[in-house]
């Protein structure tokens, strides 16, 4: 350094003023340097940004214009009138189909129009007024959520309208959405399938009483003659046509409660009833059915079951000899059981009906409650059902609030267990007797039976018999008018349908006779099983009925419901 001082003619002094100057230019140099740099990197970084917004914003016109082609698109073909108006009550969009209605090219115009303007210049419906009110009343409570439905009857036809709020994302109230859907079509299918249900109910009914006619008569007149001294041979072949007829019978009421499930109208009766005897008559019938296969029956009452419940008995008892039929006929060899219980928690009294039959495939398991469902088919081919049982089962259960249910090993055995609420009841009609045996005589009784055919009043006459009654018999109502004037009967069976004066007119005039009338008790003899059929008789003026082919156990408890004197 010295002598480039010494050449240059620069003091030391003056070298280092130099070079202080260069550091700072240096100095100077590297900030302007990282400066630049930064200034570069800033626009390289505002041009991305610039350039991403752009991006964006075309993305959200793009998408922007796809929600408007939806919302046109969803305006354009939706059939049912649709309208939205704001806060204000007036309007701001709608769907197409308003042109039609309003006469007009384009719901442009509408735009900003008041609801009460728009409305009453709809001109099919005469309800302007309840729409208007329903939409006024969300105004002035905007807290209001809920939709207002009104269906509306008009010249052209059919409409349901529903009157809305809606809300923006803070829950502020935003305005009204009213949407018109024409239900005439739906209407008329509607009543097209009720008119459809009423003539299949018909159709049911007219069968139930043509196919019932003639089995009370069969299944009565067997029961007549199996009292007298007969040969073995015959009491052979008389229990053959009787097994017959009850089968056929059992048929006949699968087919008919399955249509009374299917209309929804499957109803329950509860009573008090004494359940001991109820189970050990279900149990009296189904040994006989188990001793003629050689197998083994046995009924269990646990102790912790009570005497007398209130429950629908005639739908109970329907349940478990259903099963123990199905038990018994499924079961080639071993026993057949009945177990009845109250569950631990005691809130149910249960039924489990135990089998060493042929059992159940766990893959049909699932469909073994599914009408008309008949399970391997190849080993059960020689067996009778009409695959209903179990389903109808299934569904009084359930009506009855319980349940049934299975467990099973092929070829070994099955449980089916059933459950319903436990109600315990009280004892007053345990004076009623139960059973298939007639239980006392009343020879003094004044009975007039009614029924058109000739072959019922035999029944009829040949069943009271067995009680040492010896009733009157007429063909018709004016007959039974007749005899009254001359007679005071303590007891008139009348039949429900026959020609003329048919059963329910002839018993309003009974009633009409005299105030001794008034209380005589009547009962329907009727061949219509059809669910309502027992709710239309009691409100018709009969106290009571009794379905053909007449049970013996319905007979007694009837006989001594209303001879208690």
Not at 63 to 77: C, G, I, N, P
Not at 246 to 260: M, V, W, Y
Request: hydrophobic share 40%.
């Amino acid at each position: 350094m010295d002598s480039i001082v010494n050449e240059s003619f620069v003091s030391r002094e003056e070298y280092e003023k130099i070079e202080a100057m260069l550091k700072e230019v240096t100095l100077e140099k590297n900030k302007l340097s990282r400066a630049l740099r930064v200034s570069e990197n800033r626009n390289e970084v505002f041009k991305l940004n610039a350039d991403t917004q752009v991006s964006i914003n075309k993305t959200i016109t793009h998408e922007k214009q796809k929600q408007d082609m939806y919302v046109r698109l969803l305006l354009a073909s939706c059939p049912d009138i649709i309208m939205v108006f704001d806060e204000n009550l007036k309007f701001l969009l709608g769907t197409n189909s308003i042109k039609d209605i309003l006469e007009i090219e384009d719901t442009s115009i509408l735009q900003g129009r008041e609801l009460d303007l728009i409305i009453e210049r709809y001109r099919p419906f005469a309800f302007s007024g309840e729409v208007v009110a329903a939409a006024k009343k969300m105004i002035a409570n905007d807290s209001i959520k809920t939709e207002t439905r009104i269906e509306v009857a008009a010249e052209n036809g059919r409409y349901d309208v529903s009157v809305l709020p809606f809300f923006q994302d803070d829950n502020v109230f935003a305005g009204i959405l009213i949407l018109i859907h024409d239900i005439t079509e739906l209407n008329k299918a509607k009543i097209e399938a009720e008119n459809a249900n009423k003539a299949k109910s018909d159709f049911l009914a007219n069968m139930s009483h043509e196919i019932r006619t003639p089995m009370n008569a069969i299944l009565g007149l067997l029961n007549s003659i199996g009292s007298e001294p007969l040969s073995e041979r015959q009491k052979n072949y008389l229990g053959n046509i009787n097994k017959a007829g009850l089968s056929l019978l059992s048929i006949i009421n699968d087919i008919l409660d399955f249509s009374k499930i299917e209309a929804g109208k499957l109803t329950l009766t509860p009573i008090n009833f004494d359940l001991y005897s109820l189970l050990e008559n279900i149990s009296s019938l189904i040994e006989v059915s188990a001793r003629e296969k050689s197998l083994e029956y046995s009924l269990d009452i646990a102790e912790n079951v009570p005497r007398f419940i209130y429950a629908d008995e005639t739908r109970l008892r329907q349940v478990i000899n259903n099963l123990l039929v199905n038990a018994v006929k499924y079961t080639p060899s071993g026993r057949v059981s009945l177990h009845a219980f109250v569950d631990k928690d005691g809130g149910y009294i249960c039924f489990d009906i135990i089998d060493t039959g042929i059992g159940i495939k766990d893959e049909d398991l699932n469909r073994l409650f599914s009408p008309f469902e008949q399970l391997d088919l190849r080993k059960n081919k020689n067996i009778i059902g009409t695959g209903l049982g179990l389903a109808i089962t299934k569904h009084i259960c359930e009506a009855m609030e319980g349940k049934v249910s299975v467990t099973s090993e092929y070829e070994k055995g099955s449980t089916f267990s059933i459950k319903i609420p436990l109600h315990i009841g009280e004892t007053e009609e345990s004076d009623l007797p139960g059973g298939d045996a007639v239980f006392y005589s009343a020879p003094d009784a004044k009975v007039l039976v009614v029924d058109d055919i000739d072959i019922n009043l035999v029944v009829a006459e040949a069943i009271l018999s067995e009680y040492s009654i010896v009733p009157d018999m007429v063909a018709s109502g004016e007959e039974a008018l007749e005899k009254i004037k001359t007679k005071r009967y303590d007891i008139i069976f009348m039949d429900q349908m026959m020609p003329g004066m048919d059963g329910v007119e002839t018993t309003a005039k009974i009633r009409q006779y005299d105030d001794y009338y008034k209380a005589v008790p009547v009962v329907a003899l009727t061949a219509n099983a059809l669910s309502g059929a027992e709710q239309s008789l009691l409100k018709s003026g009969f106290n009571d009925y009794i379905s053909k082919p007449i049970d013996v156990n319905l007979m007694n408890k009837c006989l001594a419901r209303w001879l208690k004197s």
